[in-house]
């Protein structure tokens, strides 16, 4: 999996006087991160695919320190069905058994944050990846949100069923330190300052978000590490170590 590369540094996250309402919007504040790489697409399901098969065959070493569970595939979901798009409905533990096997992490919500929305010209967050512009408003649709329709119609009954779309799908959900579907497609499990069973952060809009306001880089969710949301999946950090 390729992978962005975002410096050391003093950032910005944030929205400056975000007003009220839901989701919560995170006000602005500054960070000091160490460097860092982080995927630059969200993990596909044949990469997690790939994973559970060499997890169990090599024996099921449970690192994400819940060694009762099988981080089996998502039973019954649809939003996910390609190959080379976004695995969704895992859990905290999922995600972290996936980074954990290959030696990486979850990123922080503040990592994400920055590789997600800084913008390194105007030195501070954008709202999103294309500007301030409400997604509604973008055409081409700029990312896979409810509104933008990305899915399959049932020949028999007219059913229409919205999915997760392959890496790169929607040109304009790319973000100035190189990761694409940041705001759509599947939102992201993230690592919180609290270890589970504390709750933990989940950023970006997903292809079932209906609002802009839920598809802000700055929005603010989180939820139980056992919980597997339908829409949610992750792509992983690994600490840059200079020379």
Not at 10 to 30: I, K, N
Not at 224 to 230: E, I, K, R, V
């Amino acid at each position: 999996a390729e992978l962005a590369f975002v410096p050391a540094s003093a950032y910005q996250v944030g929205q400056a006087s975000p007003p009220a309402g839901e989701p919560p919007l995170e006000a602005r504040r500054t960070v000091e991160l160490a460097g860092f790489l982080i995927d630059r697409d969200e993990v596909s399901r044949s990469r997690y695919e790939r994973f559970l098969l060499a997890w169990t065959e090599g024996g099921q070493q449970h690192l994400c320190g819940e060694p009762g569970r099988d981080h089996r595939l998502p039973l019954g979901g649809t939003l996910s069905q390609q190959g080379e798009a976004p695995i969704v409905g895992v859990s905290y533990f999922d995600a972290l058994e996936y980074a954990r096997y290959y030696g990486r992490r979850l990123p922080t919500a503040d990592e994400w944050a920055v590789a997600a929305a800084w913008d390194p010209h105007g030195g501070r967050p954008r709202l999103y990846p294309w500007g301030a512009k409400d997604p509604a408003e973008v055409s081409p649709f700029p990312a896979n949100l409810a509104f933008a329709g990305y899915g399959v119609t049932d020949e028999d009954t007219g059913a229409f069923q919205p999915t997760v779309a392959p890496a790169g799908t929607f040109e304009f959900d790319h973000s100035a330190f190189g990761l694409r579907d940041v705001v759509g497609n599947a939102a992201e499990w993230c690592s919180g300052i609290a270890p589970p069973p504390a709750a933990q952060p989940i950023r970006g809009g997903c292809l079932v978000t209906e609002s802009a306001r839920g598809a802000l880089l700055h929005a603010s969710y989180e939820a139980l590490p056992a919980q597997p949301p339908p829409s949610v999946g992750f792509r992983t950090a690994i600490a840059w170590k200079a020379g």
